[in-house]
């Protein structure tokens, strides 16, 4: 049972314009959503986050949206940059207790054209 | 601040045989997570530890267990080898203050490759 689905494999997005990323997930006890970054033969690297409370959260070039209603995350890019191609994971947090145990969707690989 | 150190970084074993992969993680970190990563697929919760203690623990059969040290390193066993245990095994720290997030953040990962 995925519970955090990321259904687009690949995406192809030209330089200088917008990436959006999609999440979807079905728990409706998620509190903290995650976005990693992750380049071949290397460990994922956090990007952003955003609180289940909150609906926007914004850093630099990234922003994270998201939809509760819709259980739904995405992640904007802007401007994107040739080295922003990479593996970007969407992961998130089951409420309550002390555990720090993320689910992560599948991924998709973002590739930006020069 | 040095980050999440991972070793071995490659390792080649036979079937049968076990393994043990070691993390050290940033330093103040009380909290390690490992998980796995096989193609097409994304990261598999393993385990998590937190002050020498397991607190949680994913869908793996009991051939994969871990334990935590005083200092938060944290190490990995895999026995009794299979062809599908190849993958890239992954460590995460996290510094678990309330207020803060829940960030983790991951070293370079083990690459294990069973034959």
């Known amino acids: 049972d995925q519970q955090v689905k990321q259904n687009s494999p690949s995406l192809s997005v030209q330089e200088g314009r917008i990436s959006i990323l999609n999440c979807d997930y079905t728990?409706?006890?998620?509190?903290?959503f995650l976005w990693y970054k992750k380049y071949p033969a290397e460990g994922p690297t956090f990007l952003i986050s955003?609180?289940?409370?909150?609906d926007k959260n914004e850093d630099g070039r990234f922003t994270v949206f998201l939809n509760k209603s819709a259980k739904h995350l995405s992640l904007h890019i802007v401007p994107s940059q040739p080295g922003d191609s990479a593996v970007y994971f969407c992961a998130a947090r089951v409420a309550g207790g002390a555990t720090n145990k993320l689910i992560f969707g599948t991924g998709t690989l973002l590739a930006v054209q020069p | 601040k040095a980050g999440v150190t991972q070793t071995p970084r490659y390792l080649i074993k036979t079937r049968g045989q076990q393994v043990t992969l070691s993390c050290s993680p940033i330093?103040?970190?009380?909290?390690v997570s490992w998980y796995q990563q096989t193609p097409g697929q994304g990261l598999q919760f393993l385990f998590e530890?937190?002050?020498?203690?397991?607190?949680n623990k994913g869908n793996f059969p009991g051939r994969f267990s871990g334990r935590q040290f005083s200092n938060s390193r944290s190490e990995m066993n895999v026995s009794t080898l299979e062809l599908g245990d190849s993958a890239l095994y992954l460590c995460?720290?996290?510094?678990?203050?309330?207020?803060?997030?829940?960030?983790?953040?991951f070293g370079p990962g083990t690459r294990l490759t069973v034959t």
């Open positions: 728990n409706s006890m998620f509190d903290y």
């Open positions: 530890y937190f002050s020498e203690t397991q607190r």
């Open positions: 995460a720290s996290s510094l678990v203050a309330r207020g803060l997030g829940y960030e983790q953040y």
């Open positions: 955003i609180s289940s409370i909150k």
């Open positions: 330093s103040g970190h009380r909290s």
